[in-house]
Nanobody
Framework: QVQLVESGGGSVQTGGSLTLSCVAS????????MGWYRQAPGKQRELVAR???????NYEDSVKGRFTISRDNAKNTVYLQMSSLKSEDTAVYYC??????????????WGQGTQVTVSS
């Protein structure tokens, strides 16, 4: 069994900052890519940022320069530092990870989501 648990969401004013964390636990051999997605009400889930096992990153255009994704491989944890938050960043944020289990099965796992609300 593999679990991803997010934390760090909450309410913040426009221009503020939040840092999200996501810890993967369970039967894990290794983790390749990890990422953050978000889903706003009435919209499809979209990629926010992604980081490879080697640290290569990519970002959705609207968050470039404002969000930073990072990971701690020793802790199986991925972070999303968000600054200069805007109302349009309001969404449920989900982490995911591409994980190899001891049964030699590689699959993508998702967290349960954490709400981020940005208001003026």
């Amino acid at each position: 069994q593999v679990q991803l648990v997010e934390s760090g969401g909450g309410s913040v004013q426009t221009g503020g900052s939040l840092t999200l964390s996501c810890v993967a636990s369970g039967s894990i051999v290794n983790i390749s890519a990890m990422g953050w997605y978000r889903q706003a009400p009435g919209k499809q889930r979209e990629l926010v940022a992604r980081i490879s096992s080697g640290g290569r990153t990519n970002y959705e255009d609207s968050v470039k320069g404002r969000f930073t994704i990072s990971r701690d491989n020793a802790k199986n944890t991925v972070y999303l530092q968000m600054s200069s938050l805007k109302s349009e960043d309001t969404a449920v944020y989900y982490c995911n990870a591409d994980i190899l289990t001891p049964w030699r099965i590689r699959d993508v796992y998702w967290g349960q989501g954490t709400q981020v609300t940005v208001s003026s």
